[in-house]
């Protein structure tokens, strides 16, 4: 009789779990709504002109894909080794140690909150503008941030994500939209001649360009949540660096395209007064003697569809890494705990609460909701991720430098692109640090906002270390699931009998 | 102890905890359900003495399983030699526990198929045949719970995945008694057969990786 060999024996194990699996396109779908191309192109690069007055962003856009991309390098290989661990502290957690790992998810939690509480003001401001002009209906920027921030606040508990084809078809139309726009900005040139001067590389070594990067890393904050879904794909060892590669070239290069076609309808010497004059209606009022007003209509529902994407996406990754914190036990566990949709409930309460104060202190104070708000903190939170995705890359050197991690990755995934990629986001954090006051547009050399904000991250960094520092004496089984995240729950027990076992002895 | 039936399978007082009794509409996510619901097959080959687990690994013990589903699990993983990890079976299983398990109830007059009507057309859906026996369940764990009663390995471990799962808030509804509750759960569970603790740590990971990477 003949008998089929276990090797060759038909796996139904491996075929039925293959089903369930994520493409690359589902992951870069998944990633690019928290990027918002829409609001990136006709928020983050406007603003960026007018407050930073730096021409060349759309070079920076280009570069920061370059260098995000050889980051990518080790990010990605990591991710295949590291299962369950999609956030930036647990790899810094397994390369620095633990006590960096703390001070990194502190760093995370500051930034992305920051990231998602500008965005309040992008929404809040855009929409009071769309509204008074197209309805007549004048009302203060707050009152539409406020409604925006209590949906997202029922629907972060409630987990009603909006739906994966509902942000496929919205993500391509955002790109449809720009790349029209962007076509009838380049056809329609100021001064009658197609220019180059915003893509010049030479913008690369002027002294304000730290500026511009911070802008562009703003933009690309979000491609990094590709390694979440590592387990979840068909192929970790490919989907993952193959989605991250494409979602990083197709938003490198549609920022690029589209700030650059502003600047040429515009002209790169009015390009900047434009900017300061038009703020986030730039883009739409570049080609609306060209286009009809549908279009713009369109363009600017896409504009804030968008930014209400991004500020859901922003908040869950916030809910999460509260989740994961507290399943770690190095948050409150309360934080950990999910309710029956299977959403990170108490995190999601969480963000949505502090989103609030945010909230009533902007409003209390009358500041500026697309500079003081929108601007300055989505940058302050590209700041924390690009803190961070530095400290991961010398992390991924650091993990892959111990012999046993290495296996089957090669040298350029493991050092030299790691290497590059540190000290290529380490010369953007130097510029940034130095300087922060052409970022926020602040010309008075006695202000201390240029040093309180980055400082900001300093303390989170500080308090993360004594926390770790303060774990490690008190409770050094917690101390032991530092980065562990969802696998905490299995681990704790294996870590506890270990610990009393070495007492005993 | 069911008033009606002496013995209920551990997955399908599960299926009657995760579900409201009146209207059988789920009270999870449909993952997390199919979490909780393979855990708890997995909990009902332990107790019937087909495997054992250690740490993340699965050890088949050929004993005979005294159901057609359990065994059809059983001849699966005896099919299956080169896997035999914890969380591989349980996601297996997550796949398709919510029919299988189903099936099971219904073959066992547990759940019965009935035509709902709805504003535009009709919906099939299954209800529970007796709601005096599935709003047992959950009531049954509240009591076991909160008061000085004897529980069994099985009542515990379901405990452990109705809390893995999210699910503890419905069991414990009564906000004067579910601090007690909650309470001897994390006292007593460490406690429980080292196999089925297992199976509760592996589901509380599989959630909790569900709600990191969500779709």
């Known amino acids: ?505 | 102890m069911s008033p009606l039936r002496l013995k209920m399978p551990v997955a399908d007082s599960y299926y009657f905890v995760a579900h409201d009794y009146m209207a059988g509409r789920r009270r999870l996510d449909r993952r997390v359900l199919g979490i909780g619901l393979a855990a708890a097959l997995l909990g009902e080959l332990v107790v019937t003495g087909v495997v054992a687990v250690s740490g993340e690994r699965l050890y088949v013990l050929h004993e005979s399983p005294p159901d057609r589903l359990l065994y059809d699990i059983n001849v699966q993983l005896l099919g299956q030699p080169q896997h035999r990890d914890l969380p591989t079976w349980l996601a297996f299983l997550a796949v398709t526990a919510e029919a299988k398990v189903t099936e099971r109830m219904q073959a066992s007059r547990r759940l019965d198929e009935v035509e709902l009507r709805r504003v535009i057309g009709k919906r099939r859906a299954l209800m529970p045949a007796d709601v005096n026996e599935a709003a047992w369940q959950a009531l049954r764990l509240e009591r076991a719970l909160t008061t000085a009663a004897d529980m069994t390995h099985a009542d515990l471990f379901l405990a452990g995945i109705v809390q893995a799962t999210g699910l503890l808030p419905h069991v414990l509804w009564n906000p004067d008694t579910s601090n007690i509750g909650n309470l001897v759960l994390s006292r007593v569970l460490p406690l429980i057969d080292p196999s089925l603790l297992a199976i509760v740590r592996q589901t509380e990971a599989a959630v909790g990786r569900s709600v990191l990477a969500p779709r």
């Open chain 1, 1 to 505: 009789m003949p008998r089929s060999r276990p090797g060759t024996r038909h796996d139904i194990i491996a075929a039925t779990l293959a089903q369930n699996r994520l493409g690359v396109l589902a992951v870069v779908f998944f990633v690019l709504a928290a990027a918002a191309p829409m609001t990136v192109v006709a928020g983050g690069a406007t603003t960026g002109w007018a407050v930073t007055g730096v021409l060349g962003i759309p070079i920076a856009y280009l570069a920061v894909a370059v260098v995000l991309a050889i980051f990518s390098v080790g990010y990605t290989a990591m991710s295949r080794k590291i299962v369950n661990a999609g956030a930036f502290y647990s790899y810094i957690a397994r390369g620095l140690g633990r006590v960096a790992g703390v001070a990194a998810a502190f760093v995370a939690m500051l930034g992305y909150n920051a990231m998602q509480f500008g965005l309040y003001g992008g929404f809040g401001a855009v929409t009071t503008g769309l509204i008074g002009e197209r309805l007549g209906f004048d009302a203060p920027w707050w009152l539409y941030a406020v409604i925006a921030w209590a949906v997202i606040g029922v629907l972060g508990v409630l987990r009603v994500d909006v739906n994966g084809k509902v942000l496929a078809v919205l993500l391509l139309a955002e790109i449809a939209i720009a790349l029209i726009y962007g076509a009838v900005e380049v056809t329609h040139p100021a001064g009658g001649t197609v220019t180059y001067d915003s893509l010049a590389i030479s913008w690369l070594w002027n002294d304000t360009i730290g500026a511009g990067f911070a802008t562009a890393i703003a933009g690309f904050v979000g491609f990094e949540a590709t390694a979440v879904y590592a387990e979840e794909t068909k192929d970790p060892r490919r989907t993952v660096p193959r989605a991250t590669y494409l979602a990083l070239v197709t938003i490198g290069l549609l920022y690029a395209a589209s700030s650059w076609a502003m600047s040429v309808a515009a002209g790169p010497h009015q390009i900047i007064d434009r900017a300061k004059t038009d703020s986030t209606e730039l883009m739409f009022n570049l080609v609306s003697p060209y286009l009809h007003r549908v279009w713009l209509d369109i363009g600017h529902i896409l504009f804030v569809t968008s930014l209400f994407a991004a500020l859901l996406a922003f908040h869950n990754t916030v809910a999460r890494y509260f989740f994961a914190l507290g399943r770690e036990h190095v948050l409150p566990t309360w934080l950990g705990t999910t309710g029956a949709n299977n959403a990170p409930k108490w995190g999601s309460i969480a963000q949505t609460v502090l989103a609030g104060l945010v909230l009533v202190v902007y409003a209390a104070a009358g500041l500026d909701p697309i500079v003081h708000l929108f601007f300055w903190l989505t940058v302050l939170g590209g700041l924390g991720v690009l803190i961070l995705m530095t400290a991961t890359s010398v992390a991924v050197i650091a993990y892959f430098a111990q012999a046993d991690n290495r296996g089957g990755v090669g040298i350029w995934s493991t050092a030299f692109a790691p290497a590059l990629a540190a000290i290529g986001l380490g010369y953007m954090l130097w510029l940034t640090l130095t300087q922060f006051d052409v970022l926020l547009g602040v010309t008075d050399p006695h202000s201390i906002v240029p040093v309180m904000l980055p400082s900001l991250f300093g303390i989170a960094a500080i308090a993360g270390v004594i926390w770790a520092i303060v774990l490690k004496m008190t409770r050094p089984v917690t101390y032991e699931l530092i980065g562990m995240g969802a696998t905490s729950a299995t681990a704790e027990a294996r870590i506890t009998a270990a610990i009393a076992s070495e007492r005993v002895r």
